[in-house]
T-cell receptor, first 115, second 115 residues
Framework: DVKVTQSSRYLVKRTGEKVFLECVQDMDHENMFWYRQDPGLGLRLIYFSYDVKMKEKGDIPEGYSVSREKKERFSLILESASTNQTSMYLC??????????????FGPGTRLTVT | AQSVAQPEDQVNVAEGNPLTVKCTYS??????LFWYVQYPNRGLQFLLKYITGDNLVKGSYGFEAEFNKSQTSFHLKKPSALVSDSALYFC?????????????FGQGTTLQVKP
């Protein structure tokens, strides 16, 4: 079974802090994704990575950055946390797609509260 | 622009009755469509996907989905609902403008099954 783990289930940080969210997958997947989930808005893609050190912006990258130094690990960084970044953050991975419709496998999520 | 819509924020159904959770999509070409379920405080779990072929797709936990090209719909169905099916359901479509396997998600539908 594919396993995607996230470093924290719940996190509370102060405004202005630098925040790191870590995600690790154990299936040698090329693609990794970071989403935020807000009620009524569904999942919105922040960043994704299709290879080590490769990344692309998603739909809402402002205020975030990412790092992928190893294939199995994809980090989301909030450079200076703000209250409007309070949300559920979900990490996902999938094999490289090309023309094939692979599903994504999700971690359990990190509920971040910025006060 | 590609998009997915789930027109109902919440669906209520009595245990034992059939359930339908609606999804419509807008993409160019032939779509790849997915359904995911999210139980409280958990990540998303893959239920089923449509690639091509038979318009009725069977998935996990007794769920199935019907692809209708003329109505651009992919509704999730189950013949007999269980209380344990109560959860948040997301429809998604593969971003056909990308080879990276990005998915576009709907806003989610909460399914409430009453005993």
């Amino acid at each position: 079974d594919v396993k995607v783990t996230q470093s924290s289930r719940y996190l509370v940080k102060r405004t202005g802090e630098k925040v790191f969210l870590e995600c690790v997958q154990d299936m040698d997947h090329e693609n990794m994704f970071w989403y935020r989930q807000d009620p009524g808005l569904g999942l919105r893609l922040i960043y994704f990575s299709y290879d080590v050190k490769m990344k692309e912006k998603g739909d809402i990258p402002e205020g975030y950055s990412v790092s992928r130094e190893k294939k199995e690990r994809f980090s989301l960084i909030l450079e200076s946390a703000s209250t409007n970044q309070t949300s559920m953050y979900l990490c996902a991975s999938s094999p490289i797609a090309g023309a094939l419709p692979y599903e994504q496998y999700f971690g359990p999520g990190t509920r971040l509260t910025v006060t | 622009a590609q998009s997915v819509a789930q027109p109902e924020d919440q669906v209520n159904v009595a245990e034992g009755n059939p359930l339908t959770v609606k999804c419509t999509y807008s993409v160019s070409g032939n779509p790849y469509l997915f359904w995911y379920v999210q139980y409280p405080n958990r990540g998303l779990q893959f239920l089923l996907k449509y690639i091509t072929g038979d318009n009725l797709v069977k998935g996990s936990y007794g769920f199935e989905a019907e692809f209708n090209k003329s109505q651009t719909s992919f509704h999730l169905k189950k013949p007999s609902a269980l209380v344990s099916d109560s959860a948040l359901y997301f429809c998604a479509v593969r971003d056909m403008g990308s080879n990276t396997g990005k998915l576009i998600f709907g806003q989610g539908t909460t399914l409430q099954v009453k005993p």
